[in-house]
């Protein structure tokens, strides 16, 4: 969602020089990342980061994907918020509900849905973890 907005405030020229900057450091660090999965023997992303930088650097990983993902959801609940609840042409929303009781109801059944997801997402990849992490497969 942010691209079409950059590019929209730089212009197409350094819009596109950033695009193929942003590439070149996005491919530069996938590079770092290999090369130290490969010394350390490391099989995910957080044995890297710990490999690198210790437990420090793990849990700064850690930190960094929550913040990223709790603002993914933030922008998404945003989003929802104005399409059910209002903001449309109209204002009436893409579905119709407005504003009012109604739309209230919606906004925060959908942000209740959006939590439930996420708090689900975190409990699935714990198990996950810890099944990796005590060599268990099923």
């Known amino acids: 969602?942010?691209?079409?907005?950059?590019?929209?405030?730089l212009g197409l020229g350094l819009g596109i020089g950033m695009i193929v900057f942003l590439a070149i450091l996005t491919e530069?660090?996938?590079e770092m990342l290999l090369r130290?999965?490969?010394?350390?023997?490391s099989h995910s992303y957080g044995e890297v980061m710990r490999d690198a930088f210790g437990r420090a650097g793990r849990l700064l990983l850690q930190i960094c994907i929550l913040v990223n993902n709790v603002?993914?959801?933030?922008?998404?609940?945003?989003?929802?918020?104005?399409?059910?609840?209002?903001?449309?042409d109209n204002g009436n929303g893409c579905c119709g509900y407005?504003?009012?009781f109604v739309g209230f109801v919606l906004g925060w059944q959908w942000l209740g849905v959006g939590v439930g997801v996420g708090l689900l997402g975190l409990r699935i990849g714990g198990i996950a973890s810890e099944k990796e992490r005590h060599g268990g497969s099923g």
């Open 71 to 88: 603002g993914t959801l933030i922008v998404y609940m945003i989003i929802i918020g104005v399409e059910v609840v209002g903001g449309g």
């Open 98 to 100: 407005g504003g009012g």
């Open 28 to 30: 530069g660090s996938l």
């Open 36 to 41: 130290f999965r490969r010394v350390g023997n």
């Open 1 to 9: 969602m942010a691209l079409p907005a950059a590019m929209k405030e």
